[in-house]
């Protein structure tokens, strides 16, 4: 017999809404349990998925989807979704190279309505899907799904402010699992989201706008004393002041409440506010315990549970900046540490705990983290900011605008440069060396190894203007991190290895790889640290010593370290042949990153190759 009844009847929404409501619960419980088992052999988001089961399976049992659409924020929720839109065995290969996505994709499904990854897009998004409709006479449902932590980004209320006075059919739903907004969810509130949902007091307001619409007055009155009545039973004040009609909190969990409440909403006109209270890790008694370990996972043994510990020896790049932020501030009292909601994915726990008062987690507001930290360097303190390359994109305005233009000594700890495996294109840090050498004012450092890291991070928090230092997700070739705060000599690369005729200028990552084609090749192989300041110099004498250079970086090909190399020997003078190999002009999926390295020819193999070809045209 199936572990699996209900789950294994279910190959698309249309058969979900075939079941009598009474069996949802069953179903939700079977979905955990697969989750559960899925995600501990493939390794993905795993506290999320289960904190939204409910409340996926009546979406889609409510609404006419893919028809009615639905737009989830992030998108690291959505497995349960996957799974109800016909890809349940597409996740026996979740996240790895040809397989499905961890985030919605438009190309892989038409359930997934909006491709996200990043945070706080989906009001945005489903606002313009719903004037589309309005303005195409068409009759469907619009649905945003964000999360509490989503919801602290200023495009989320932009978004919120442009539809609470927009004339289109909107619901937003706030997946809220840490109480940071409301009360315990009880009897009470579950009466007042049907109360507020259904016919009879929405047709009760109606009525009443109508008959005090002679007195704009009295209308005026009756609309702040409904506000107040409201306000004091439920926390939807804010919400109701942008335009919405506040329905919650109620049980996320609970079907009995969300099937209902979701119908009522469905027939309502205008923008809808529904808040609903979740759990993370539901159902996983180690999740509900430790949902931020359980939120990303490798494989884990599903009745265990994850086994921590340093895997190999090495220390990963995020903990050699997060042992340097520790040692650095217990050097200088100047330095307070800044992160966009990524504490422990940023390796800053324990700087936390140890300098409480120097931390600052802004949520995810990586705009206003960048403008905060140029106004506390305005007043001689040292801000590092630590932020995915991803990220920073966010916020490219306020590092020109805010900080380049001003040159204020603001240090970026750039995290997940270069490819980040499982987790695809959407955060790939595959831009910021060419979105960062344009900006003037700016020292752009990609380490090698990890005790170059450490060098490097004291060289950008000394440097008196604004620097980043960027490095890639995981651990490097195992360099130990010595603990002395040594900065480097500014704008010097150097040379590993002595070749000839051929020269591999590698930039970070990529230098192990270029060693090793090195001894392939009887290269010269360069370290050459710097992106920005260029090591002209160095560029010069390797061109007059070779008849090739290569370039080799972990980034966008397209205005990239090699674009700065092309521009060093031609200001200079100078005709020598130049390759630049990187990142190809296309968007990097998702798999194992040594596995698409090799398929972009950027392992020692395909660096060797290319060169050979080259060699031989």
């Not at 909107?170 to 109480?179: E, S, T």
């Not at 800044?338 to 990586?366: K, L, N, Q, Y």
């Amino acid at each position: 017999m199936s572990a699996y009844p209900l789950l294994d009847t279910i190959g698309s929404p249309a058969d979900l809404r075939l079941l009598e409501r009474k069996q949802l619960p069953q179903l939700a419980q079977e979905m955990r349990e697969f989750l559960i088992e899925s995600v501990s052999r493939t390794g993905g988001h795993l506290s999320s998925n289960l904190g939204t089961v409910e409340l996926t399976i009546a979406l889609h049992y409510v609404f006419n989807t893919p028809e009615d659409r639905l737009v989830w924020d992030v998108g690291h929720q959505t497995y349960a979704h996957k799974v109800l839109t016909g890809r349940r065995a597409g996740l026996d290969k979740l996240r790895m190279l040809g397989g499905v996505s961890g985030f919605p994709r438009r190309d892989e499904s038409p359930y997934d309505t909006f491709g996200t990854g990043h945070s706080s897009t989906s009001i945005s998004a489903a606002l313009g899907m719903a004037i589309g409709a309005r303005d195409k006479a068409e009759t469907k449902n619009v649905v945003a799904v964000i999360g509490d932590g989503a919801m602290t980004a200023g495009m989320a209320f932009e978004a919120l402010n442009n539809a609470g006075v927009a004339d289109a059919n909107l619901l937003v739903i706030l997946n809220d699992n840490d109480m940071s907004i409301s009360p315990p969810v009880g009897a009470l509130n579950r009466y007042l989201a049907r109360l507020f949902s259904g016919h009879a007091f929405n047709a009760a307001r109606r009525a009443g706008e109508k008959v005090l619409g002679v007195s704009p007055s009295l209308l005026e009155f009756a609309k702040r004393t409904e506000e107040h009545l409201k306000g004091m039973l439920t926390p939807g004040t804010l919400f109701e002041e942008f335009g919405f009609n506040y329905i919650g909190p109620i049980d996320g969990h609970d079907l009995d409440s969300l099937v209902p409440t979701l119908k009522n909403i469905s027939e309502l006109k205008g923008p809808q506010f529904l808040h609903v209270i979740t759990k993370k890790g539901q159902g996983y008694k180690l999740a509900e315990a430790d949902p931020v370990l359980y939120h990303g996972v490798s494989k884990f043994d599903s009745e265990n549970g994850i086994q921590q510990g340093k895997v190999g020896g090495k220390l990963t790049y995020t903990q050699v900046f997060g042992d340097w932020l520790c040692d650095m501030a217990a050097q200088d009292a100047r330095l307070v540490a800044i992160t966009p909601a990524m504490r422990e994915g940023s390796g800053m726990v324990r700087f936390a705990e140890e300098f409480p008062h120097r931390f600052h987690d802004v949520g995810i507001a990586e705009q206003h983290a960048l403008t905060f930290a140029a106004g506390l360097a305005c007043e001689g303190i040292k801000p590092v900011v630590a932020i995915y390359s991803t990220f920073l994109q966010r916020a490219y305005d306020q590092l020109i605008h805010d900080i380049a233009l001003q040159n204020l000594p603001v240090m970026l700890a750039i995290d997940r440069g270069g490819l980040v495996g499982a987790d695809g294109a959407t955060h790939n840090g595959a831009f910021d060396l060419s979105y960062l050498t344009c900006i003037p004012n700016m020292l752009v450092m990609a380490p090698a190894d990890e005790d170059e890291c450490r060098q490097m991070l004291t060289t950008a928090f000394f440097h008196d203007g604004p620097s980043a230092v960027r490095y890639p997700r995981g651990h490097g070739p195992g360099v130990p991190a010595l603990k002395t705060l040594k900065a480097l000599s500014v704008g010097k690369g150097d040379i590993r290895r002595s070749g000839s005729r051929i020269a591999l200028l590698a930039f970070g990552s990529l230098l192990t790889p270029a060693l090793e084609a090195g001894d392939m090749l009887n290269a010269t192989v360069a370290n050459m640290r710097f992106v920005k300041p260029l090591d002209h110099s160095l560029v010069k004498e390797l061109a007059y010593g070779h008849d090739l250079l290569v370039t080799l970086e972990e980034n966008a090909v397209i205005g990239g370290a090699g674009a700065e190399v092309a521009r060093s020997l031609e200001e200079q003078g100078l005709n020598t042949r130049l390759l630049r190999l990187g990142l190809p002009d296309r968007f990097t999926e998702h798999g194992d990153s040594a596995a698409l390295l090799a398929q972009l020819g950027l392992d020692a193999a395909g660096i060797s190759e290319r060169v050979k070809q080259l060699i031989l045209e």
